[in-house]
Structure formats: C-alpha cells, structure tokens
C-alpha cells in the first residue's frame, strides 16, 4: 500500500512539474528579432487563436497535434508562439525530445497586457 501510494504521488509530481516548472534556456524574443536572425517560428497555439493573430513566415501545429506531425517541421533553431506559460512549457518539452533545438519562445497577448498595464501605472503616478 505504501509502494503503491509513493508511485503515485511520483506520478503526481512528475506531471506537475513537467507542465508548470519552467523549460531551461529559453529566452522571450520579440518579433523583430527572429526577422533579423532568420529563425524558424512554429505557432503552437489553437487554429482559432493563431487565426485572428498569423505568425509569418512560420507555420502553425498546436500542442495537441505536436507529436503527430513533427516530421513537417525544418531542423532549424526554432521560436515558438505559444498562448500562455503551460503550453509553452509542454510544447517546448515535446519539441526537445524529438531532437528540435528551441531557442526561445513568444506569448503575443502576454506583452500586450504587460504595456497597458505599464501605461495605466504611469498615468495613476503621473
């Protein structure tokens, strides 16, 4: 009973971590950047949501579809676009076991809310 018990709470952790402890080495880059650096994007987030906001040149393979089609992504150093922190995490983790070098990574949403939140709190200062 207790064997069994600690396996799961093992179990427990380990899908914990591996969807919300940060990925190593990555690094938040701006759209600029990967123009100037010729860098491969792969959008990881929804059709629906890649939709209303296009990555170019890139292509777009949400999470779920990650290990599937693997195989259409070019072996270069890769941006990906993800929506929100835990998709980041698990898609980056899926890309690095398959052998893709990932670099860093963008959430679209994430800065725009960051540079309202920045001008709101100048203007309540100013």
């Known amino acids: 009973m207790i064997f069994l018990s600690i396996c799961v709470l093992i179990c427990i952790i380990n899908f914990l971590l591996s969807r919300y402890y940060p990925v190593y080495g990555l ?28 990555v170019y040149p890139g292509i777009n393979i949400p999470t779920a579809y990650l290990k599937r089609y693997y195989s259409e992504i070019p072996n270069k150093d890769l941006v990906v676009v993800a929506s929100n922190c ?23 949403f994430q800065k725009e809310k960051r540079v309202k939140e920045k001008q709101i709190s100048k203007e309540r200062y100013c």
């Open 86 to 108: 835990m998709e980041r995490n698990v898609g980056v983790r899926i890309l690095r076991k398959k052998g893709f070098n990932v670099i860093g990574y963008t959430i679209p």
């Open 27 to 54: 690094h938040d880059i701006d759209k600029k950047e990967i123009e100037i650096n010729n860098q491969f994007v792969i959008d990881i987030r929804d059709y629906n949501e890649a939709y209303k906001d296009p």
